[in-house]
């Protein structure tokens, strides 16, 4: 029985032996057959995108861009004093106000992207300046150019006027501020480069009895988005 059984392990043994010796020959036979074959799925097309994104907005704005006439503290020597952006009467005026003060006039821009339609309101008339003989004056220049070459070529391109009035006829003209011309007012102010200027000019006057005090004026400028 003993026999038997060490020839059962001899034959087991020798069994596993070549069992083991013929999986390692084909495990070496796959890998040769690993050594030559392609790896798939790599290979092929592939997209990526990246992104690039503004938000542009329409804006209506319109600024003064010299918004202030100060001629200064002074008084009246005699008669009447008048003075304007580059003159003054010497001979009435006190030599303390500026007759360089408001030179360039009050201009207006439309610095938005919209066109618009424009009006302009003043305050008061010559009654804020108070006493006799009071007077305000004032001419607009369509454009920044003391005298346009081409009224075209300013910022209003589509119906300026004051009231009933045509607003050409204002065009480097000196007009009272009345009632009827509180309003100034321009159907299409344009945003367009290099034409985008309106320009006030302001001419006042008053006698020695003018009270004694701060005096203001306010031009009030309101624009309104302009489809067309």
Not at 72 to 86: A, E, I, R
Not at 146 to 168: E, F, K, Y
Not at 189 to 195: D, K, L, Q
């Amino acid at each position: 029985m003993s026999d038997i059984s060490n020839r059962t392990l001899a034959f087991l043994l020798i069994a596993a032996l070549v069992i083991s010796l013929g999986g390692t020959l084909v495990s070496l036979n796959s890998l040769e057959r690993v050594k030559y074959m392609s790896i798939t799925g790599l290979a092929g097309t592939n997209t990526t995108r990246g992104n690039v994104s503004v938000t542009i907005q329409d804006v209506t704005w319109i600024n003064f861009s010299t918004k202030k006439c100060n001629w200064g503290t002074g008084y009246v020597q005699k008669d009447t004093c008048w003075m304007n952006g580059s003159w003054k009467n010497d001979t009435s005026c006190s030599p303390s106000w500026s007759s360089a003060a408001c030179t360039t006039g009050l201009i207006l821009r439309n610095v938005g992207n919209n066109n618009v339609s424009l009006n302009l309101t003043w305050s008061n008339n010559s009654a804020f300046l108070t006493g006799t003989g009071a007077s305000l004056q004032f001419k607009v220049l369509n454009g920044s150019t003391n005298v346009p070459t081409n009224w075209n070529d300013g910022g209003c391109t589509r119906g300026l006027s004051a009231g009933t009035w045509n607003m050409t006829k204002f065009n480097n003209i000196w007009r009272n501020v009345t009632a009827a011309r509180s309003n100034i007012t321009c159907d299409r102010f344009t945003f367009a480069n290099g034409r985008q200027t309106i320009t006030i000019h302001v001419k006042v006057g008053f006698t020695q009895s003018a009270t004694s005090g701060y005096k203001q004026l306010i031009l009030t400028a309101v624009g309104k988005t302009k489809v067309g």
